[in-house]
């Protein structure tokens, strides 16, 4: 019989609500993850203060998700790169 992961739950705040989140990752690796998400929705909260709690948290996972695939494109252009040089 295998071994079911460690689960980890935590109680974290993200703009103004309180969340319990069950995850495999460390208590600290979940709360920086917390504290990211309600820095995003502080920021665009206080630039548009009459947003609803859905357009804040689409708008939010829309931000995060720019960042991602530009992060993921520049690492994929750094791999081929990488791959470039090592082939010389």
Known sequence: M???PDVTRVKVEICGENYYIKG????????QLAKYVDQKMKL???LNP???RINLAVL???NIADEYFKLKAEYE???E???EEKSR
Request: proline share 0%; glycine share 0%; no cysteine.
């Open 24 to 31: 495999s990752a460390s208590e600290e690796y979940i709360k």
């Open 2 to 4: 295998e071994k079911e």
């Open 60 to 62: 939010t996972a829309l």
């Open 77 to 79: 252009e750094f791999l």
């Open 44 to 46: 665009l909260l206080k």
């Open 50 to 52: 009459r947003l609803s």
């Open 81 to 83: 790169l990488f791959d």
